[in-house]
């Protein structure tokens, strides 16, 4: 069994200040793990994804996050907050690829001028 | 332009009225897959694809059809779909590993079942 724990439904920072976005997962076996982004009445878009090849991970719009086994986390991270990343952010988890994949509740990041 | 397209992106119905979702990739994809997307429960996958003629069940396949005749098309079909399918709905298509791994993901349909 798979499953994603998201931390906050919703999370509020200010322009300018580190986005923190917290993600933990449970599986059984080695994982792979994946940040989307919905921005409003849109479809989601993949922002990152673990594959085991680097425990640190960059993706699109200056986001990156962390895979901490001992942790069991997949938190997402962003220096400077900009009001254009106001959107909801969904973590994700999967045994095989894109298919199978398991999605948390979602968190909506608020950014504040 | 690479993209996945969803029809209709709106749609009210009523209970047992057949209707077809269709979604639709111009990726090349061997992947697809369909989810539904209700407040407070993120996303939850109804069907998947790994290649034409092959698919399997998602976490909440009750209710849904799926086939994948052609490799760029994977339609949703409700036979005879009831309020509590009322959801916003979304197509997915994918490439893992190698050149080109992505995935994308349609605008969405919006369905009303009345």
């Known amino acids: 069994a798979q499953s994603v724990t998201q931390l906050g439904s919703h999370v509020s920072v200010s322009e300018g200040a580190l986005v923190l976005l917290r993600c933990n997962y449970s599986s059984s076996v080695p994982p792979y793990l994946f940040w989307y982004v919905q921005y409003p009445n849109q479809g989601l878009q993949l922002l990152l994804k673990?594959?085991?090849?680097?425990?640190l991970v960059k993706g699109i719009n200056g986001f990156e996050a962390e895979f901490k086994k001992s942790e069991t986390s997949f938190h997402l991270t962003k220096p400077s907050a900009h009001m254009s990343d106001a959107a909801e952010y969904f973590c994700a988890v999967s045994h095989g690829g894109y298919q199978k994949v398991t999605f948390g509740i979602g968190t909506k990041l608020q950014v504040i001028p | 332009e690479a993209q996945v397209t969803q029809n209709p992106r709106y749609l009210i119905t009523v209970t047992g009225k057949k209707l077809t979702v269709t979604c639709s990739q111009n990726m090349n994809h061997e992947y697809m897959s369909w989810y539904r997307q209700d407040p407070g429960l993120g996303l939850r996958q109804i069907y998947y694809s790994m290649n034409v003629e092959v698919t399997d069940k998602g976490d909440v396949p009750e209710g849904y059809k799926v086939s994948r005749k052609e490799k760029r098309n994977f339609p949703l079909i409700l036979e005879s779909p009831s309020p509590n399918q009322t959801s916003l709905y979304f197509c997915?298509?994918?490439?893992?590993?190698?050149?080109?791994?992505?995935?994308?993901f349609g605008p969405g349909t919006r369905l009303t079942v009345l």
């Open positions: 673990y594959t085991s090849a680097a425990t």
């Open positions: 997915a298509s994918g490439k893992w590993g190698g050149e080109g791994d992505t995935q994308y």
